[in-house]
C-alpha cells in the first residue's frame, strides 16, 4: 500500500473563480484530486470552488474579535464551501495602498504577535490533515514566514515555495527607518524557510532565477495555465468600426495613468472620426480614476464584468491591453509578477497591446508576439500600426496561440506541480 500524501496549501487567499490568485490556485491544482489537498488561507474570503478536501480560514478580524485568540472558537476555523458566493465586485483603491502603510503594517504584525492562534481548533484540523508537503506563496510578512514555519517543523514536512511578487525586499524607493527595521524581522523569518525546501518556483524565468539563486536552492519557471475556454476562442480579425481596445483587470499601483495616456493617444489619433475605442472593465469606486478613464469619444470606464459576460467581450475584443506603470516605486512593486491574465490572453490568441518598461518580467515575457511599448512617446505609432493594419494584428493573434503552448500549456503545468509536490523532483 503506497504511502498517502497530502499538500498543505497556505495562501494569503483561497480557491475561487472571481479573483487573480483564486484562479492561479485552481489552475495550477487542476490535475489534483480534493482528497490530496488542504488549504489554510489568511483573508475574510470564502472560497467558492469544491478543490479541497478542507479549509482554514483564520484573519485579522477575527484575532480582534477572539479577544487576540483568547476565545478560541472565534479565533480561525474550518469554512465551507459555498459555490454561489459572488465577489465584491466595487470597491476603494486605496485600501491597496493603505494596507502598504508602515503604521497598518507595523499594527498587523503586533496584532499577530499577541494573538494565541496556535490554539487547539488549528492543531486538531492540522492533525487530522497530516501534511506531507507544504505550497505557500512566497511569504510578504513576518507572520506568515512564522506560520510556515511552525508548520513544517511539526509535521516534518518537505516546502515548496511559489514566488509571484518580490515581496522579500521593500518596494519604497527610500524607506524609514522603522520600516527598514520592519523588512530585517521579515526577512531574518524568511531566511529561515529555505532549509525545509529544495526547489524554489517562480512564476517566471527572472523570478525563479532570482530567487532560486538568493537562497541556494534548486529553482524552476512554472507559468500560469491557460484555461481551456480561453483556447477554444476561435482566431479571427473582427470587423469592428471603431477598432476595440479592451483592458480587464486592477487599475491600482498608477496602470491608471498609462491608460489615460492610452485614452488621450487614441482621442489625438481618432480626430474627428471614431477609429479606435479603449473600454475598462475594472473594479473601482475611485471618482478620480474613474473620471481620468472617461475621455469623450475615446476611453471609457465600464465597470467590472464576470462570466458570459466578460467571455464575450474578451472574444469580441480586437486588442486586449496589458498595462504597467512606469513610476520607479510601481515598477518595484511589480517587476516580477505577471498577471493571471496574460495566460488568458495568450490562450484566447488575442492581439495584444503590452504598455511598460522592457525590464518588468510580464512586458519581457510578451514582447516577443505583441506590440510592446517601452516608452509612452511611442504610443501613437503603436496605435497607428495596429488600427489600421489587420494582417499585423492576425500575425500577433497566432504568436500569441504560439507563446501559450509552449509556456501556458495545462496538460504539463499540472503534471509536473504533482511531480513536485507528490514526487520526486527531476
Known amino acids: 500500500m503506497m504511502d498517502r500524501k497530502k499538500v498543505l496549501i497556505i495562501t494569503g487567499t483561497t480557491f475561487r473563480n472571481d479573483t487573480n490568485n483564486g484562479k492561479t490556485l485552481n489552475s495550477l491544482f487542476a490535475n489534483f484530486n480534493k482528497s490530496e489537498l488542504a488549504q489554510i488561507y489568511f483573508s475574510p474570503e470564502v472560497p467558492n470552488c469544491d478543490s479541497c478536501s478542507s479549509y482554514y480560514r483564520i484573519n485579522e478580524k477575527q484575532l480582534i474579535k477572539s479577544f487576540f485568540g483568547l476565545l478560541p472558537k472565534k479565533c480561525g476555523g474550518e469554512i465551507s464551501v459555498d459555490i454561489n458566493n459572488k465577489k465584491i465586485d ?42 506531507t508537503t507544504i505550497f505557500a506563496f512566497f511569504p510578504g510578512n513576518k507572520k506568515t ?25 521593500d518596494s519604497t524607493i527610500n524607506p524609514s527607518y522603522i520600516r527598514k527595521l520592519r523588512y530585517k524581522r521579515m526577512q531574518k523569518e524568511i531566511d529561515k524557510l529555505p532549509k525545509y525546501s529544495d526547489i524554489i518556483i517562480g512564476c517566471s524565468e527572472l523570478t525563479a532565477k532570482e530567487y532560486g539563486e538568493k537562497f541556494n536552492l534548486a529553482y524552476e519557471a512554472i507559468y500560469t495555465p491557460a484555461d481551456k475556454c480561453f483556447l477554444e476562442m476561435p482566431l ?31 482621442k489625438n489619433y481618432n480626430g474627428n472620426t471614431q477609429k479606435a475605442k479603449l473600454e475598462v472593465y475594472t473594479s473601482i469606486a475611485n471618482d478620480e480614476i474613474i473620471n481620468a478613464l472617461n475621455i469623450e469619444g475615446a476611453c471609457e470606464f465600464k465597470g467590472f464584468v ?16 496589458h498595462i504597467e506603470s512606469f513610476s520607479p516605486r ?41 506590440m510592446t511599448v517601452n516608452n509612452l ?4 505609432n503603436a496605435i497607428e500600426k495596429l488600427v489600421s493594419n489587420p494582417e499585423f494584428r492576425q500575425n500577433l493573434q497566432e504568436k500569441a496561440r504560439e507563446l501559450c503552448d509552449k509556456d501556458h500549456n495545462a496538460e504539463i503545468i499540472c503534471s509536473r506541480m504533482r511531480s513536485i509536490l507528490l514526487g520526486e523532483i527531476k
Open 306 to 321: 464576470t462570466g458570459d459576460e466578460f467571455y464575450q467581450l474578451f472574444q469580441d475584443a480586437d486588442i486586449a491591453v
Open 377 to 380: 512617446e511611442d504610443l501613437p
Open 90 to 131: 466595487r470597491y476603494n483603491a486605496n485600501i491597496v495602498f493603505n494596507k502598504s502603510k508602515t503604521f497598518v503594517l507595523l499594527l498587523r504584525e503586533i496584532l499577530w504577535d499577541i494573538s494565541h492562534w496556535k490554539n487547539r481548533n488549528l492543531k486538531q484540523w492540522l492533525d487530522k490533515v497530516n501534511p
Open 145 to 169: 514566514a512564522k506560520f510556515i514555519r511552525w508548520v513544517a517543523e511539526r509535521y516534518n514536512c518537505k516546502l515548496v515555495m511559489f514566488v509571484t511578487d518580490d515581496h522579500y525586499n
Open 236 to 266: 479571427k480579425v473582427h470587423n469592428n468600426k471603431p477598432v476595440i481596445l479592451r483592458y480587464f483587470g486592477n487599475v491600482e499601483l498608477e496602470r491608471w495613468k498609462v491608460l489615460h495616456e492610452l485614452g488621450n493617444t487614441i
Open 330 to 370: 510601481m515598477m518595484r512593486y511589480t517587476r516580477l509578477s505577471i498577471s493571471t491574465k496574460i495566460a488568458d490572453y495568450l490562450g484566447g490568441g488575442k492581439c495584444i497591446l503590452a504598455i511598460g518598461d522592457k525590464t518588468l518580467a510580464s512586458i519581457a515575457h510578451i514582447t516577443p508576439v505583441s
